[in-house]
């Protein structure tokens, strides 16, 4: 038992990586439309640290580049759609997904939302705020989360119970806010465009337990890339 349960919790570990490594491949064949060079694309250099942080080997992350730029025979093009809606409880969700089949993903999405609703663009992002999110971790005891955040440029920030601190920016600024943080002490840990909820709903219980699993079936899908959700906590 102790080896069928170490074996499933591996593949479920290499499962979770390889989830992971699709979704930073499609962010990076999608920056790299707008040129090749990290350097001169900010969304492009921001996907390229990501997949550095997650191990993803040179070669790969070399080719993804080269397709999403077209250098590449057998290019694959990947469109965001963005969907929103209701998980159970009213809580308000907003999917955006990359794909190559908007007919398929559609039809997934519509699958999921059976247990909530989803609702036409616009029907809850004017309850999220869309901007500029980064997480940071401290580099020393003396970093001062405020302090940074005044001198980076960030518009807001929140610090979890381990120390992580979340800047939210101003959408054109996120590229240098998350520049000047390592100055102020703090080592970037993720950056990316994403909404934030103005009115987050509270539960707790079975239907929190419900939500939870609403939440967990959509982020299963391959398409989906990022999932935000208006629940507090």
């Given at each position: 038992?102790?080896a069928?349960?170490?074996a499933?919790?591996?593949?479920e ?5 390889g989830?992971l490594f699709?979704?930073l491949t499609?962010?990076?064949?999608v920056?790299a ?15 390229v ?7 993803m080997?040179?070669e ?20 965001k759609v ?5 998980a159970p ?23 999921l ?20 999110i ?7 005891k003396?970093?001062d989360?405020?302090?940074a ?6 518009q807001?920030f ?5 120390g ?15 520049k ?10 993720s ?6 909820p103005?009115?987050p709903?509270?539960?707790?219980g ?6 939870e ?8 899908d ?7 959700v208006?629940?507090?906590g």
């Open positions: 038992m102790g069928q349960w170490k499933k919790h591996k593949e570990a290499a499962n979770a990586k989830k699709t979704k499609k962010e990076i064949m920056a439309r707008n040129g090749a060079d990290p350097d001169m694309n900010p969304r492009l250099r921001l996907a640290e990501a997949a550095k942080k997650a191990s080997t040179r790969t992350l070399e080719r993804a580049i080269k397709k999403g730029s077209g250098q590449l025979d057998g290019n694959i093009n990947y469109e963005v969907y929103e809606g209701f409880h009213q809580v308000p969700v907003i999917v955006e997904c990359l794909t190559d089949n908007v007919n398929r993903t559609i039809s997934n999405i519509r699958g939302f059976r247990k909530g609703q989803l609702g036409t663009s616009g029907s809850v992002s004017w309850d999220f705020d869309h901007l500029g980064i997480e940071a971790t401290p580099a020393s003396d970093a989360v405020e302090m955040a005044i001198e980076a440029g960030a807001d929140e610090v979890d119970e381990d992580t601190a979340t800047f939210y920016t101003d959408l054109t600024d996120l590229d240098l806010v998350q000047a943080l390592p100055g102020q002490g703090f080592t970037v840990v950056a990316k465009l994403g909404y934030k103005k009115n709903v509270s539960l707790d079975e239907a929190l337990n419900e939500v699993a609403f939440l967990a079936a959509i982020d299963n391959d398409d989906v890339h990022e999932v935000y208006g629940l507090a």
